[in-house]
């Protein structure tokens, strides 16, 4: 039986019901002694409380704190309470995010589980990729594809389920989702309902996919359509006006360099690399924490003229810079023309390797697409194309 304490009751009472400006830690105070005695009530106004309070908390344990105080709210309230699986949702999502930036995967991950049985299973199918389980993460990846996509998200979960099942070794089902996507992305732009660039960096990318294992024809085709689109890009611009599209540059280039990262396990978890949103943070933090190391590296192979290996190095650096700073359109094109202008002129230095100039002039073009400088990016492909000798 639980003892009301009605002084407090009434206390909140006037505080709620006071004409002055209540703080956010006053009103949650209020809230957690009247949703004892009017859950229905007040139990979601606590919730809201919690987390709004939440966002005004610097210090990391309160954060988690908070918001596992949020998702039990939430968990008690009845499944007549309008809105409680949003709110269910809402407090389990920032009582992950505060467990993971504080390491807390294992806690964590049993958050994002719970989502996943709420009907959110994108934050489980991140945290699988990050520890390399690609085809636990695909399977989930398979099932919101087979429950509907929404339109809007429609290409990051395609791209994400591709990304994971070629983790997983599945390249031939890779090809056939990413497929899937481009025929969306080609009837889309067709009916000026997607941009050209999009389908551009979409084409390249499965380019890659399709030259990793072999099938070149495939891979020439993809590049040849690319070719096509930004000759016509080149010469008169994208029909429409789209707001800004670095995210899908940023997502598909950094996803490009995966080969290239140690591989990703349990107990050294890696981005997910097909994921443009909602790494964990301590996934995130360490990914960028490893550029002193690979600037450090790149500044000794360059003094020992080792251009292959800091052609490679410098690769990984650029990607961790679009991560840390892709998505800002403030100077965005003078930010990162010196890392892809130098990766070219140094794999010009390499007459016998037209792989990898082919690999930087492909990697500046699709920048220079995201920095809407068409012309350029059209003859940076084209260089590419017929170093790669397709016909």
Excluded at 310 to 320: E, G, K, M, P, S
Excluded at 369 to 378: C, E, L, N, T, Y
Aim: glycine content about 6%; proline content about 5%; charged content about 30%.
């Amino acid at each position: 039986m639980v003892t009301i304490d009605h002084d407090a009751v009434l206390r909140a009472r006037v505080l709620l019901l006071g004409s002055g400006r209540r703080s956010r830690a006053e009103l949650v105070g209020a809230y957690r002694v009247l949703a004892e005695v009017s859950p229905k009530a007040y139990g979601p106004k606590l919730v809201d409380a919690l987390l709004a309070l939440r966002y005004e908390i610097r210090d990391p344990e309160v954060a988690v704190a908070l918001t596992a105080e949020a998702s039990r709210a939430a968990r008690r309230l009845e499944a007549g309470v309008p809105k409680r699986a949003e709110l269910l949702r809402r407090a389990l999502d920032d009582y992950r995010v505060s467990l993971f930036a504080l390491g807390r995967r294992a806690q964590g991950r049993a958050i994002c589980e719970e989502l996943a049985a709420a009907g959110r299973s994108g934050p489980l199918a991140t945290v699988l990729a990050e520890e390399g389980r690609f085809k636990e993460a695909a399977e989930l990846d398979e099932e919101a594809a087979r429950n509907g996509i929404p339109e809007h998200s429609f290409f990051w979960n395609m791209a994400r389920w591709a990304a994971n099942l070629e983790g997983a070794g599945l390249h031939d089902a890779a090809a056939t989702v990413f497929r899937e996507l481009l025929q969306k992305t080609r009837r889309d732009v067709a009916e000026q309902r997607a941009a050209l660039a999009v389908l551009t960096w979409e084409l390249v990318h499965f380019s890659r996919m399709r030259e990793v294992v072999g099938d070149a024809a495939s891979a020439a085709a993809a590049r040849r359509e690319a070719l096509s689109v930004l000759e016509g890009l080149a010469t008169t611009g994208e029909p429409e006006t789209w707001s800004i599209l670095h995210r899908w540059w940023r997502m598909l280039f950094v996803l490009s360099g995966r080969a290239a990262e140690p591989a990703a396990s349990p107990e050294s978890p890696m981005p997910p690399y097909g994921s443009e949103l909602g790494w964990s943070h301590d996934v995130r933090e360490g990914f960028l924490g490893m550029l002193p190391g690979l600037e450090a590296e790149a500044a000794r192979l360059r003094e020992a003229d080792r251009l292959p290996e800091l052609i490679d190095v410098q690769r990984r650096i650029a990607i961790r810079a679009a991560v840390r700073d892709g998505d800002h359109p403030y100077l965005f094109e003078e930010r990162f023309t010196p890392h892809f202008d130098e990766a070219v002129t140094l794999a010009r230095r390499l007459p016998d390797d037209p792989a990898r100039l082919a690999r930087a002039l492909t990697d500046r073009s699709m920048f220079l697409v995201a920095a809407r400088s068409f012309g350029p990016a059209h003859a940076d492909f084209a260089e590419a194309v017929a170093l790669l000798h397709d016909r």
